[in-house]
């Protein structure tokens, strides 16, 4: 999404004197009787927190704000996509109604040719915006707004979380506006994680970046209507097998941690399409562990496995935001209490896990279609946090020197 190249940021389209500095959003409700409030100073929120985006956002801009923008910027709202209003610690409000496209740093899912079509399929995430149009200044706060058709999202920030004392708590303004973007393009992956992740987990799954839109889609109604689990697991292995793995192939095959992997995946892929779930598990779930250890474990020892996962997290986190649809947190704790989990023997109906499948707790019957693709997608989430993370910390080396 490319916009005009400006060298100097752009004059604000309006300028207010709110008297008050804005300092944040009460979280409950204060009285006479109870007078402590807790009150939210920075956040990001879009539809995945149902309306709380609206009503933070219809607070900022009362009635009469909103006048009195309309009527200091010339125009009004239709047609915008958005408003920053940067606010200085003393009140003073300066805002600029975004109509233009914006440069905006996404990832790929693939390779990609200049001038190709994107689908949202191919985008992994928004990593950053460029905001040197907006003249927001080191200690000033921001209000941000943002729509994607009928959908919003904002980022908020006060003045004092700007201050010197307290800089290491901040979101640059740039990272805020690549979350919310994120929040918006991949809605529907963000509200499956955020509304649905424990049904999700009772059933093997999280929102891989491995997943299609329309497999999210589909996942979506299994969690919300009890739909048939096993016939989705279906439709994304075959979408996986004949759509995304193809397109991985070259991708896995330059590179040195993953290369080796090629030939055991080619196999899986077999034996997926011979409908052998378990030989497909006891393929690809030791990989997931030691492609982990190789990408990002230390060289001197085999870690167990909560190391080790705080060794994922770390490279994940690297080259994510926060809010991410990569969703690094989320995934690590997944890794802990699904795929990595432990099993009690003594229970009738052990789950499927990486330990369960080692000791042979678990039947071959037992292990099904959605098992297999999961781990498959494990092991793809894996790659794209290795990649990214190593290109994250070329990137800082080049910085540095």
Known sequence: MVGRDQTMPKPPDFEIDAKQAFIGFALEAASVASPSVLIITQGIFGPESGNRASIYCESFFSDSDLARIQESAGHDFAGAKGILVAVSPEGRWRGWIIT???????????????????????????????????????????????RIGFHRAIAFRNPETALPSVAGSQVSLGAAFAMAHSLLLHRKRH????????????????????????AVNRLEICACTGDDWDLAAHEIAAEWIDI??????????????????????????????????????????????????????????????????????????????????CFVVPFCDYLRDVFFASFDASIKNIKVTR????????????????????????????FYFHLQSTTARESAVDDIS
């Open 100 to 146: 233009d496209m914006m440069k905006v740093q996404m990832r790929a899912a693939r390779r990609t040719a200049v001038g190709e079509m994107l689908t949202l399929d191919d985008i992994r995430d928004v990593v950053n915006v460029d905001v040197s149009d907006f003249d927001v200044r080191s200690s000033d706060g921001y209000f941000l707004t943002i």
């Open 191 to 214: 509200e499956l994680a955020v509304k649905h992740i424990p049904i999700l987990r009772d059933h093997g799954w999280f929102p891989f970046v491995g997943l299609s839109e329309s």
């Open 355 to 382: 330990h369960s499948l080692a000791h042979g707790a678990v039947l071959p019957t037992d292990v099904t279609q959605s098992h297999a693709i999961q781990a498959l997608l494990c092991l793809q989430q894996l």
């Open 244 to 325: 995304t793995w193809p397109k991985l192939l070259d991708a896995w095959a330059g590179d040195p941690v993953f290369a080796p992997e090629v030939a055991v995946v080619r196999q899986a892929v077999d034996l997926m399409r011979q409908g052998n779930w378990h030989a497909v598990c006891a393929l690809v779930v030791p990989r997931v562990e030691g492609v982990s250890v190789r990408a990002f474990g230390p060289s001197s020892r085999w870690p167990r496995s909560p190391a080790l996962i705080a060794d994922i997290q770390t490279a994940g986190l690297l080259m994510a935001n926060h809010i991410s649809s």
